[in-house]
């Protein structure tokens, strides 16, 4: 199947700091990326979808001044937490979709001391 | 969105058959799918069905989807310990096949 990458896998970092996840699509093109989020023994929840060369669209109750999404090219998305708080602490888990399946990267364990 | 539900935990022994059950939220959802997810790992895509279909089966995976009832739900047959892991279902939503998930059932499979 199609492989999806993440990088990094962890990061640990000092609140007030911006963090930049990536994610790529290593074989195939993906014009649409999303990103999820994902807290302990809890489900995906959506945050947004990254259309390439677009803007991205955001779910209710997210903020799209702290979480920058950048799709700059059909096979890589970012997600850029600015000034990351504790709270934003959470396994951050990206989707290229193919057709009709999405595939998942490997997630990034975002901690914010 | 609305929740789809999932029972939370399923114990079976191995070489039994495991039959986890979800219930989505939107009739309309084109496509429902099964994922797997291991301890600190991303999720894997296991199978999905088409809404106007019924039954589909793939080795040792069978979906089953009554769309009247709302209800889909993943059989793996002869379980094994290494299909221990999170299986959450997940319903497209919007037309982008964005995914709404339910909160995933954690299977156990003791020898």
């Known amino acids: 199947g199609a492989v999806v990458s993440q990088h990094p896998s962890w990061v640990i970092c000092k609140s007030g700091t911006s963090v930049k996840i990536e994610c790529r699509s290593l074989?195939?093109?993906?014009?649409?990326m999303f990103w999820y989020r994902q807290f302990p023994k809890q489900s995906l929840m959506l945050m947004a979808t990254s259309n390439e060369g677009s803007k991205a669209t955001y779910e209710q109750g997210v903020e799209k001044d702290k979480f920058l999404i950048n799709h700059a090219s059909l096979t890589l998305s970012t997600l850029t937490v600015t000034s990351a708080h504790p709270e934003d602490s959470s396994f951050y888990i990206c989707?290229?979709?193919?057709?009709?399946?999405?595939?998942f990267g490997p997630g990034t364990r975002l901690t914010v001391l | 969105g609305e929740d789809v539900e999932q029972s939370l935990f399923l114990s079976v022994r191995e070489g039994d058959s495991s039959v986890i059950n979800c219930t989505y939220t939107d009739s309309s959802s084109t496509y429902l799918y099964w994922y797997k997810q291991e301890p600190g790992a991303g999720l894997q895509l296991l199978t999905y069905?088409?809404?106007?279909?019924d039954m589909k089966q793939d080795q040792r995976l069978t979906v089953l989807l009554n769309k009247k009832d709302k209800h889909l739900s993943l059989r793996i047959a002869d379980t094994q310990t290494g299909d221990s892991a999170i299986y959450f279902c997940a319903e497209s939503i919007n037309s982008g096949y964005a995914l709404n998930f339910g909160k995933g059932t954690s299977l156990l499979v003791t020898p």
């Open positions: 069905i088409f809404s106007n279909m």
């Open positions: 989707s290229a979709r193919q057709s009709t399946e999405q595939f």
């Open positions: 074989d195939f093109q993906a014009t649409t």
